[in-house]
């Protein structure tokens, strides 16, 4: 078995050697635990087993070709000449394993709700009509901005992109202030709440279709990449 741990800014992989897996990724992430950009995206799992030669712990993925290319060869050897491909490896969610490495990296599952959420914010702003996001020059900081969502004090806020207030999310009918953007993308951030809240499939929940929805504006094929990539992360239904 190999187990792919996506974070945002870097892909790693373990597997099972002269140690399990579990204990593998506990000694990896004890010695990154001062990386604060490792925000846990999503967790898979494939059933090819893992690079038996060398004692390899773990491997970043844009290594781990390269891996394959030399195992079962000596240091003075030839590349194997027909290495197994990782391009051909599948890899599928497996929420026993994902529980177990939210608990090795002590992050709570409604956290890791959270930064499912903020990922696909972030996919979003950089598509399409970009929403979400603020360009620098609308700044006087002159810094460009992604909104996100938040934790504190066990409250949850959106921190809008434009306004940079936190504003508190809250089906309450009333006005958000400090809330920069329309109905649709207010019934959409509804949604994520409610889905980081409850760990529930929630997506259109608060009207207007969420991902689905047919007035975002996008092309078809951006519309459908969004959707794509939400369903990879676990926010849509697979």
Same mark, same amino acid.
């Given at each position: ?58 491997? %970043? ?21 027909? %290495? ?24 709570? %599952? ?129």
């Amino acid at each position: 078995m190999i187990v792919k741990a996506e974070f945002e800014n870097t892909t790693m992989l373990f597997g099972d050697s002269y140690k399990p897996w579990q204990m593998q990724f506990d000694e990896w992430a004890w010695l990154s635990k001062n990386d604060k950009s490792l925000n846990l995206v999503r967790v898979t799992v494939s059933e090819e087993h893992w690079v038996s030669w060398g004692g390899l712990k773990w491997c %970043p993925e844009d290594r781990f070709q390269h891996q394959l290319n030399r195992e079962g060869c000596q240091d003075d050897e030839p590349e194997n000449p027909n %290495p197994r491909k990782y391009s051909e490896m599948q890899f599928v969610r497996d929420a026993k394993v994902e529980r177990k490495v939210l608990k090795m990296l002590d992050i709570t %599952p409604k956290q890791h709700r959270l930064n499912i959420v903020n990922n696909l914010i972030r996919y979003i702003s950089e598509r399409g009509h970009r929403y979400f996001y603020t360009n620098s020059t609308l700044h006087e900081s002159n810094v460009d901005s992604v909104a996100n969502m938040k934790l504190k004090n066990g409250r949850l806020y959106f921190v809008d992109n434009y306004t940079k207030h936190e504003v508190p999310v809250l089906d309450n009918g009333r006005d958000w202030k400090g809330f920069s953007h329309g109905g649709t993308l207010r019934a959409l951030v509804l949604d994520f709440a409610e889905f980081i809240r409850t760990g529930k499939w929630s997506n259109g929940s608060n009207g207007y279709g969420g991902l689905y929805c047919s007035h975002w504006g996008h092309s078809d094929e951006i519309q459908q990449e969004i959707i794509n990539y939400a369903k990879e992360i676990g926010y849509l239904k697979g």
